[in-house]
Each structure stands twice: as C-alpha cells, then as structure tokens.
C-alpha cells in the first residue's frame, strides 16, 4: 500500500524559518512512521517561486525572479538536507516538468467541465496573497 505526504510548497520570498522546518520535520517523521508500518511511503516538498512578493523580494535584492528563486530554493534544500530530511521529491513552481503536469491536469479540469469563464470583481491583497471580493470587504 502507497501512502503519499506532502508539505505546503513555500514561497522563495524569504530563507526558511523554524516554521518552515517544523512543518517538514514532520511530514518527515510521518512518512518514517508510516514506513515503519510497512507503506510505501513517499514525501514530496518544494518551493512556490511565483507572486508579486516573490517579484518584489527579488527587486528588493537586485535580481530577477528566477535568480532569486534560484538562490532560494537551494536555501531550503540544504536546510533540509542539515536536518536529515528523506524527501523523495522537491519541487519548483518554475521547473519544466510541473509547468507540464499543471497544464495536463488543468487541461483535464477544462475538457471536464471543471472550470469556466466568469467575471468577478474585488481587490486582490498582495500581503495576504488572497483574492477579496465585494461580499468579503462588505462585513
């Protein structure tokens, strides 16, 4: 039996924190767990390297997004790689390969009748990465 884990994929706006490693300290102590009990068990974490913070951090440091991203995510991989982290899977937003399998998954969504157009209307709040609309700002 396969048992699959994942963490959040963190944004490369900033070096990791103790937050970060919390998370993942503990993704990685349930695939050991769930190892043990005889899974299959696979872990899969990486970095989100898209977003106005994500441009806006990189500015602030004088290089492009994906230059930022670059030195960034390497951050989080050695950090993982000091604490003795066993994932099997590090992903980046920015990477060829997850640019595809998003494509093919959203393509799926689309021809099922998942996703359609609409219009919608409300501010988008960068701090919060969150979309706001209308009925939200309304409380």
Known sequence: MKYYFTTPIYYVNAAP??????TTLAADTIKRLKTMQ?????????TDEHGQKVDRAAAAMGKSPQEFANIISNEFRT????LGIQYDHFIRTTDP??????????????????????????????Y???????????R
């Open 79 to 82: 950090e993982w790689d000091k």
């Open 97 to 126: 390969k997850h640019y595809e399998t998003v494509r093919w998954f959203f393509k799926r969504c689309l021809d099922s009748g998942y996703i359609y157009k609409g219009s919608y209307t409300g501010q988008y709040c960068v």
């Open 128 to 138: 919060d990465e969150a979309y706001v609309n209308d009925a939200k700002t309304r």
């Open 38 to 46: 005889g899974y299959t068990a696979v872990l899969t974490t990486g």
């Open 17 to 22: 924190h103790i937050g970060h490693a919390y």
